[in-house]
């Protein structure tokens, strides 16, 4: 018996790998997100350290290298700050749980169509996802 071009179990397989990818994805970006929210806070807290501590012994006599030295650290150290803040992950995030969401919609379409598919609906849901 010939193969169907519009084989329904084949496409629920094939939405259902989409699936996952998009589930590991977006497991892969959370846990990005975290470590980059941890290196933001430490690089954050370690540049107001050095600040206030420059700013106590800035009464004291010390060599002015030491200061430049615990400033330039502080700056680079705000500067890293700033760079993780401007990185917007939860936009990245968002677009992935929205394509798993029509990922899903489009998997429960197929199902509840029970094989009755179109060639041109079929086909239109390969290359929707095959992008």
Sequence with gaps: MVEHATDPDKLKEFLDRKLNESHAKITKLRRKRKITKSL???????????????????????????????????????????????????????????????????????????GNLLPETYQQIISEFNR
Excluded at 57 to 68: A, D, F
Excluded at 79 to 88: C, E, P, R, S, V
């Design 40 to 114: 933001n806070i430490i690089t954050a807290v370690s540049s107001m350290v050095i600040s206030s501590v420059l700013a106590s012994i800035s009464m004291l006599t010390i060599p002015p290298m030491v200061n430049t030295v615990l400033a330039i650290s502080s700056a680079v150290l705000t500067g890293i700050a700033a760079k993780f803040n401007f990185q917007d992950k939860t936009v990245e995030l968002s677009k992935e749980i929205e394509k798993l969401d029509k990922i899903q919609s489009k998997l429960d379409y197929v199902i509840s169509c029970n």
